[in-house]
């Protein structure tokens, strides 16, 4: 029996009914696949079609093959790199906006402050020195996570 015969002879099952017997297509779950050689080998030997020259087998299908996985891994490699620097901008703008708030915080803080000196201790100052303060806290940890996950990222 031919190998495409016993292939598609694999996938078909007995089943019997009240009318006789009948086919079905057996779950392909069940079904093993073996390759046996590399890629480049030509059609038949694992390596599959490709095109002529790696049908062919050989060295030259063998060195198609090589620069097919080039190829990809190169590719892959690119959209690394792209999606590494569109990160890295994505962290200097949160930096930059963290940075921004920051320095708001610092000039609310200064001038709610000076506010305190002048007209005395009052309560709802004295609030919104403690949330000033609090408010630096937050960016300057968001902005130290951010280097650091920048750091991560560049190495």
Do not use: C
């Amino acid at each position: 029996m031919s190998r495409q015969l016993h292939f598609a002879r694999s996938l078909l099952t007995n089943m019997k009914s009240d009318r006789g017997l009948t086919w079905r297509v057996a779950p392909l779950a069940n079904q093993k696949r073996g390759f046996s050689g590399t890629p480049g080998d030509g059609s038949g030997k694992g390596g599959g079609g490709g095109g002529a020259i790696r049908s062919a087998g050989g060295g030259l299908g063998k060195r198609a093959a090589t620069q097919e996985e080039k190829y990809f891994h190169d590719e892959e490699l690119r959209q690394l790199r792209k999606m590494k620097e569109k990160m890295l901008e994505n962290y200097r703008l949160e930096m930059s906006f963290h940075e921004k708030q920051l320095m708001s915080h610092k000039d609310s803080l200064k001038m709610h402050q000076e506010l305190l000196k002048r007209e005395g201790n009052k309560d709802s100052i004295q609030e919104k020195i403690v949330e000033h303060e609090q408010g630096l806290r937050k960016e300057e940890l968001a902005i130290k996570d951010i280097q650091e996950m920048m750091k991560k990222l560049e190495q």
